[in-house]
């Protein structure tokens, strides 16, 4: 049975089909994961291979395939045989905001099948030492007393963090400049300004 909801900040794995013989596995099972080695998907995506080669009795290897927020991992899920030999690992900005900023040569919702959702991953909001707010509602208020726009700092367009950002920001009266860093490149901004339903 397919479902269509996606649970925000939530990793789960997804089989692009599952192979119902009795026999499974004969072979390797790849685990793809969407970002680079070192990173909370991929230490989740490795811990999750050796628990899954434990109880099938065969190996499970991680592929690491990144770039485009994600979906190109997805991308090979999806378009790999429908055997249940490739398998995938992600969360919100791979299976749910890639598809709302950007044209994907797949469809998440009925392309892939949901196994299972094994971590949670909490947002945080950190700064540096010498801005003079002890929780949130002081540096919601430190910022809003600011002439120029609070700078947050994200993973980039498509990511949670950059989602955050641009939609919560403004609604607590904040003017937030979202900054990223793209390789090769100076850093790229965008600047999101109070929204009419803000809560002063």
């Keep these: 049975m397919k479902t269509r909801r996606f ?13 119902g013989a009795q026999s499974f596995p004969t072979r390797t099972v790849t685990l793809v994961s969407p970002f680079p080695p070192g990173g ?6 490795r811990i999750m291979a050796q628990r899954m080669g434990t109880s099938l009795g065969q190996t499970v290897v991680v592929e690491n395939v990144t770039g485009a927020g994600g979906s190109i991992a997805v991308g090979k899920v999806v378009h790999s045989a429908p055997d249940g030999y490739t398998v995938g690992i992600g969360h919100l900005g791979t299976h749910v ?13 009925t392309d892939l099948d949901p196994v299972g959702m094994v971590a949670s991953n909490p947002q945080i909001i950190v700064s540096k030492n010498d801005v003079p707010a ?8 430190w910022a809003k007393g600011k002439a120029a726009p609070v700078t947050s700092g994200t993973g980039g367009p498509g990511t949670g963090t950059f989602f955050i950002t641009r939609r919560i920001m403004p609604r607590f009266c904040m003017s937030a ?5 793209t390789p090769g490149y100076w850093t790229l901004t965008a600047t999101s300004r109070p929204s009419g339903t803000c809560a002063r």
């Design 40 to 45: 909370s998907t991929d230490a989740i995506a």
């Design 177 to 181: 400049r979202t900054a990223w860093a």
């Design 134 to 141: 002890k929780t949130l509602q002081d540096f919601v208020a």
């Design 97 to 109: 905001i890639t598809g709302a900023v950007q044209e994907l040569q797949y469809n998440a919702l």
């Design 7 to 19: 649970l925000p900040w939530i990793a789960g794995l997804a089989f692009a089909a599952c192979a």
